[in-house]
């Protein structure tokens, strides 16, 4: 099993600033490409500083320069904010800046708070059409000249200009959770994301058995199955059970974008209560602690064992928490020399 970074610049409260946010994302991607760690993801979000990510490419291409050997991967693009030959081109000069080292994580989005404002009327169900129609257009596109007539989008004649470095253009990876989104992915010769969240093992399970039946009805080679998880490796109890307290703070927030009903200003939505934050059981630090990928050393290593004998193929390290900088560091920093070495 590989492993691979996901983070993004998170802002929790207006005294932060975006220049330091940077610099502190910076290093932890510098962490994983010194570290030996397989890729950095980075996805796309807008208007919110809990994720700040208004353009993973432009973010891709700059890392390009601060890092030499990790490979570069939107976590993702979502696919119905942009135009097939706008995301072609673009990623295909991304691919010739970062020297051949991208990867192509697209998804359907999924928080309705910028289908408002990005796409108004958009929601999840044509989202998800939007993806598949426009996912199998890019490698088209990167091939040569491509006329398309779909559902969503129609055009005559067009191409990438400019190429992709990499033959065929580069990995493309889909987010999948339900069997059809699997079926979509594998059936198409792409490579598949899951997210599982808080839910622990039985969808980590799930997840994989939705992946083997669809490549169970597909002829053409296996693709590779990565899993992000939030990780935290602890430099002992107490500081696991920080990083549980800190996690279940993170989801509250991340509950209340998703459900779009709480009041936002400058990006930063409005602040939980303690007992708000308590209110959430299924998100209590006791399950975070079962249900993530949170511990000391050898407690990691045991569930990413778990995870290898289930078939994945990558594991991504998802750093965003809500914690500082220098804890980030530090756990990360465990991960890298503690963890990973029990699986080279």
């Known amino acids: 099993m590989e492993f691979s970074l996901f983070a993004h610049m998170e802002r929790l409260t207006p005294d932060q600033s975006h220049a330091t946010l940077y610099s502190e994302f910076l290093d932890l991607c510098k962490m994983a490409d010194e570290g030996g760690m397989r890729a950095i993801w ?17 973010s891709l291409v700059d890392l390009a320069h601060h890092t030499k050997n990790v490979r570069l991967g939107t976590g993702t693009v979502i696919a119905p904010f942009w135009h097939p030959i706008k995301l072609a081109g673009e990623a295909a000069a991304a691919d010739l800046m970062t020297g051949g080292r991208l990867e192509l994580g697209i998804a359907r989005g999924a928080y309705s708070y910028e289908y408002e404002r990005v796409m108004p009327g958009l929601d999840a169900w044509e989202a998800g059409q939007r993806m598949r129609e426009t996912a199998p257009i890019l490698r088209k596109l990167w091939q040569g000249d491509y006329a398309h007539e779909g559902q969503y989008y129609t055009f005559p004649c067009s191409t990438s200009s400019p190429k992709p470095v990499q033959q065929d253009g580069p990995p493309i990876w889909i987010a999948a959770r339900d069997p059809n ?6 059936h198409n010769g792409f490579n598949i994301q899951v997210t599982p969240l808080w839910q622990g093992m039985e969808e980590i399970n799930s997840l994989m058995d939705r992946f083997n039946a669809a490549c169970a009805t597909h002829e053409g ?10 990780t935290y490796v602890g430099s002992d109890d107490e500081d696991v059970g920080q990083a549980t307290r800190d996690l279940s703070r993170y989801y509250a927030y991340f509950s209340a974008w998703f459900q779009n009903k709480r009041p936002i200003s400058q990006g930063l939505i409005a602040t939980l209560s303690d007992d708000e934050v308590n209110a959430n059981a299924m998100m209590a630090p006791d399950n975070l602690a079962r249900d993530l990928t949170v511990g000391t050393k050898q407690q990691v290593i045991d569930k990413l064992k778990r995870y290898e004998d289930l078939g994945y193929d990558e594991f991504s390290f998802w750093i965003d928490s809500g914690m500082s900088a220098e804890r980030k560091r530090a756990s990360l920093s465990r991960f890298i020399d503690d963890v990973m070495p029990a699986f080279h």
């Open 42 to 58: 980075t996805g796309e979000h807008h208007g919110m500083e809990f994720t700040i990510a208004p353009n993973p490419l432009m």
């Open 181 to 186: 989104s699997h079926e979509f992915g594998v």
């Open 221 to 230: 080679p296996r693709p590779k199955i990565m899993l992000l998880h939030h």
